[in-house]
């Protein structure tokens, strides 16, 4: 791919340069900006996945915390970094703005890998290591060296989350929307900045995985805190070629402002006509300039009817409130129904929303038990080489990159012929393939540990954890390809159908119920590993530290059945759900195009 070259001089009236003026096209913005923004991601995915990815073997051979402590651990640290991607946006669009978000927050993010790094160098900060010749248990990391440890990794996850907040919106600010050249070069925008993701995750999953195991962990981390610096500067760098935009405030404010002003009215007697109801016309009679377009006011709300009528009363205009003539609506007190129905639009959203976070509680499983099962198994290639544990992963990253050129070249021609569809699968059931094969996974999962287990009782391995049990490696990577595959299905039909549905005016919300998803994933698998742990006790634990004396398979069961239910409820949720232009189209209205709004 060639790097286009921006053109023009215009002065752009929506955009400011680094001193307040208003941007020029031929100085600011463009494919330069751009590039440095696309840097400081990269460096960012390559920091955080090179952490991520290879944590749950720092943790059990180092730290020596059980399995059951690790897996949590490291998914509590994923989960934290993609929900603090909710209060960096929020911060971003309400106080900072995005560039000032990513500076800082790349700082933070810099403060803790640089912590974690010194952690890893200084002998005090980890616990001896094991003697297994003398038969002592491992000592088990103290307080204060978990304190540090955690303060390490949460820092990252705070800077983590305000930087990847921003970046994908502050990248597209330097492409003019209403300018045709630009907006085709945000579309390769958005395609470079996939295409590094992938990069830099390929780079973690392999090349830093093996020197934090080869070469020690301080070598591993301090390239990752080498890698966030430097792409800080290369960030700080550009500040006099950006475009700046004015702060739009958070779409979770608008959210917020129409279920109050409901609550204040729940005892106001409903009016006699909905036509009474304030909205985008009698704002603008009042002063205020109409900002987007009118939605009409739905006749059926799918679902319970108090919910319909309770937030319509948000758009209720009290007698007191009289006529106003100087624009100054409180919006707290009163929203338009254009408004009100953008609230609705989200919160149809929310039982698809809700049924897609146990993916990503099976996604989980890959960076957590699945790196644990690779530790025990034979992973050599030839007689010297050996496959990191972690590097397992390539083969996850290898089904996304496998599945999207299928689907494209493949899938949509067929489905497109089948459905009546020229895109091939709509989002919801690109998301429904995507459950569909994290169910595979986690059968797949379960049969390969069956297998382990087997063998490990055959050859007389069960009670020695540090036996490299005589099974390939390899007999993982078909739970490895399927969630890979199952991502790049539902992680496309997840953006997509969020960007789609969400209202013009709350386009933020589509990355924040996305990443939403993620986090809540996450914790759920912490969540569902701590009560397993608890509940099956020290005689047969399902998640022994030992996982020869385990039941691991178990646990992949569990997630298996509870997966399948899941999709029972997605398939319910899905044939319930009425596309929002379709919907508009059957009320006689098209929406209005402005060009791709992408954050």
Known sequence: MSLPVTQ????????????????????????LSAAMILGVEACERLTTLGIAVNLVTYLTATMHLGNASAANTVTNFLGTSFMLCLLGGFVADTFLGRYLTIAIFATVQATGVTILTISTTTPSL????????????????????????????????????????????????????SNKDERNQ????????????SIGSLAAVTILVYIQDNLGRQWGYGICACAIVAGLVLFLSGTRKYRFKKLVGSPLTQIATVFVAAWKKRNLEWPADTSFLFDIDDAEAE????????????????????????????????PQMGNGTNGAVNKWQLSTLTDVEEVKLVVRMLPTWATTILFWTVYAQMTTFSVSQATTMDRHIGKSFEIPPASLTVFFVGGILLTVPIYDRIIVPIAAKILKNPQGLTPLQRIGVGLVLSILAMVAAALTELKRL????????????????????????????????GEAFTYIGQLDFFLRECPKGMKTMSTGLFLSTLSLGFFLSSLLVSIVHKMTGDKKP??????????????????????????????????????????????????????????
Not at 466 to 478: D, K, S, T, Y
């Open 8 to 31: 023009g001089d215009k002065i752009l009236q929506d955009a400011r340069d680094y001193k307040g003026r208003p941007a020029e096209r031929s100085r600011t913005g463009g494919w």
């Open 126 to 177: 980890r616990p001896p290591k094991c003697a297994p010749e003398t038969g002592a248990l491992c000592t088990p990391a103290s307080g204060m060296q978990l304190l540090v440890l955690y303060l390490a990794l949460y820092m990252t996850a705070l800077g983590t989350g305000g930087l990847k907040s921003s970046v994908s919106g502050f990248g597209s600010d330097q492409f003019d929307e």
């Open 186 to 197: 945000m579309t390769n925008f958005f395609n470079w900045f996939f295409f590094l993701i």
């Open 287 to 318: 002063g205020q300039k109409k900002k987007k377009q009118r939605l009409p006011h739905s006749k059926q709300f799918r679902i319970p009817p108090l919910w319909n009528s309770f937030l319509d009363r948000a758009a209720i205009k009290e």
């Open 454 to 485: 087997h063998v490990a009782r055959s050859h007389g391995l069960t009670n020695n954890p540090n036996a490299v049990i005589p099974l390939g490696v390899f007999w993982l990577v078909p739970q490895f390809l399927l969630v890979g595959a």
């Open 542 to 599: 399902w998640l022994a530290d030992n996982l020869n004396q385990g039941k691991l398979y178990n646990f992949y069961w569990l997630l298996a059945i509870l997966s399948a239910f899941n999709l029972g409820f997605y398939l319910v949720g899905a044939k319930w759900y009425v596309y929002k232009d379709k919907r508009l189209a059957d009320e006689g209205i098209e929406l209005e195009d402005t060009g791709p709004v992408c954050h």
